[in-house]
C-alpha cells in the first residue's frame, strides 16, 4: 500500500473492509507511511461511514501485533475502559468503578488513554490521588500482582498509535480512536464493561468482545448522553453472557432508585473530580453520585463472575462502599505505586551515574 487515498474514497462510496484488508490498513497505518492530512481524512470518512465488525477486528488484530508485549495473569482479568466521548462532563465514573470492583475481589487492568484535552481526564485524576501511571509495563503489571488493580496507560503499550492519537484529537470529532481503543487492552480478558458514546454502538462493540474471546460483558449507553450506566435517564445495554447478546433498557427505578439530574454528575478540572472522588470512595455519600459508581461497579463485578446478576452486583457494589473497601484499596493502590514509582527514579538515577563515570 502507497497511499490511503484509494482505501479514503472506498469509505467515502460506502464499502466495508473483509478483516484481513483492515488489517493490512491499520498495519500501514501503523507503520507511520502516511500523512497527518491522509490519516485525518481517513478518520472522518470512517466516521461517515461507520464502522463494521470485520473492520474493527481487522484493525484491533494490527494493533494487537505491533503492542509492547506483556505477561500478566490473565484467570478473571476485566477492564472497565470505555470509548469516551460522551456528551457530559461527569467527574470519572468508570475510574471509581475500578476502585470499587477491585476492592470487592476483582482483578481489574484498566485502560487509560492519552490526554483528550478535556482537562479531567483519567490519568490526571490517577496523579491527584497520588497514583503515578507512566511507570514501565513491568511495574504497571506489579501493581496489578500486589493489589489486584491496575492502569495501562495506553502510550506505554501500544506508542505505533501516537500519530493516530495525536491527528484524532487535532480532528475534534469523534471518530475510529474512539471506538477502537477499549479493544485493544494488551492483556487477555475474561470481561469487560464498556460505555459507549451512541446507541447502535452497543451491539457492535458486544459482538467484537465476543469474536475477541471475552466471556461476559456490558456495553451501554445513557440515552442522555452519558457513557456509563445512567442515574440521569434510562441507559441501552447489550449484554454478552454465554456466547449471546441480549439488548435492553436499564431504568434506575429498576433498583428502587430515583432519577437524578445529569447536572449532579457533573464536574469542571481533575482537581474537582479528584475531590469526589475520596469523598465516594469513604462510603459516607449517600447520593446520585454514589449511585452511578455502584451501577457501574455492578456491570463490573457481574463481568468478572463475582455477581450472579446485576442487582446482586449492585448490591455488593454499594456494600463495598459503605465498608469502605473501596477507600483502602485506593490507599493500598496508591501506596504501592508510589514504592514502585520511588524505585524506578532510584534505578533511573543510578544509570544515570554509571553512564556519567565512563
Known amino acids: 500500500m502507497r497511499s490511503l487515498a484509494n482505501v ?3 469509505l467515502i462510496d460506502k464499502n466495508t473492509f473483509p478483516q484481513k484488508d483492515a488489517a493490512e490498513i491499520m498495519e500501514y497505518i501503523l507503520s507511520g507511511k502516511c500523512s497527518d492530512a ?27 501485533r505491533q503492542a509492547v508485549r506483556v505477561r500478566a495473569p490473565s484467570a478473571k482479568l476485566i477492564d472497565t475502559c470505555g470509548t469516551g466521548g460522551g456528551l457530559q462532563d461527569t467527574f470519572n465514573i468508570s475510574t471509581l468503578a475500578a476502585f470499587v470492583a477491585a476492592a470487592a475481589g476483582a482483578r481489574v487492568a484498566k485502560q487509560v488513554y492519552a490526554d483528550p484535552g478535556c482537562g479531567c481526564s483519567s490519568r490526571q485524576v490517577l496523579a491527584r490521588l497520588g497514583i503515578n501511571i507512566e511507570m514501565a509495563p513491568e511495574k504497571i503489571l506489579k501493581l496489578l500482582a500486589k493489589t489486584g488493580l491496575t492502569f495501562l496507560y495506553l502510550p506505554l503499550f501500544h506508542p505505533r498509535l501516537e500519530q493516530l ?3 484524532s484529537g487535532q480532528i475534534g470529532v469523534l471518530n475510529l480512536t474512539n471506538t477502537l481503543f477499549p479493544l485493544i487492552n494488551p492483556l487477555r ?4 464493561s464498556i460505555g459507549v458514546f451512541n446507541e447502535p454502538m452497543t451491539t457492535l462493540l458486544a459482538s467484537v468482545v465476543r469474536a475477541q474471546g471475552v466471556k461476559r460483558a ?14 440521569a435517564a434510562s441507559t441501552r445495554i447489550s449484554e454478552l ?8 433498557i436499564f431504568t434506575p427505578e429498576r433498583f428502587g432508585l430515583q432519577s437524578a439530574s445529569i447536572s449532579t454528575l457533573h464536574c469542571d478540572s481533575a482537581a474537582n473530580s479528584a475531590q469526589i472522588c475520596k469523598v465516594i470512595l469513604t462510603g459516607r455519600e449517600d447520593s446520585p453520585r454514589a ?4 451501577l457501574n461497579a455492578a456491570a463490573a463485578l457481574v463481568a468478572a463472575g463475582l455477581a450472579k446478576d446485576f442487582q446482586s452486583g449492585f448490591q455488593k457494589a454499594k456494600e463495598t462502599l459503605h465498608k469502605g473497601l473501596a477507600c483502602k484499596k485506593l490507599e493500598e493502590v496508591a501506596a504501592v505505586a508510589q514504592s514502585l514509582t520511588k524505585k524506578q527514579k532510584k534505578v533511573a538515577h543510578l544509570l544515570k551515574n554509571k553512564r556519567k563515570s565512563r
Open 8 to 10: 479514503i474514497q472506498k
Open 38 to 64: 491522509e490519516l485525518g481524512a481517513f478518520l472522518i470518512a470512517m466516521r461517515l461511514k461507520g464502522e463494521d465488525l470485520t473492520e474493527l477486528l481487522g484493525f484491533t488484530q494490527a494493533v494487537h
Open 165 to 167: 492519537t495525536r491527528v
Open 189 to 192: 480478558l475474561q470481561g469487560q
Open 218 to 231: 456490558f456495553v451501554f449507553h445513557g440515552v442522555e448522553g452519558l457513557d456509563e450506566i445512567s442515574i
Open 241 to 248: 453472557h454465554s456466547g449471546l447478546i441480549s439488548t435492553y
Open 291 to 294: 449511585d452511578v459508581v455502584a
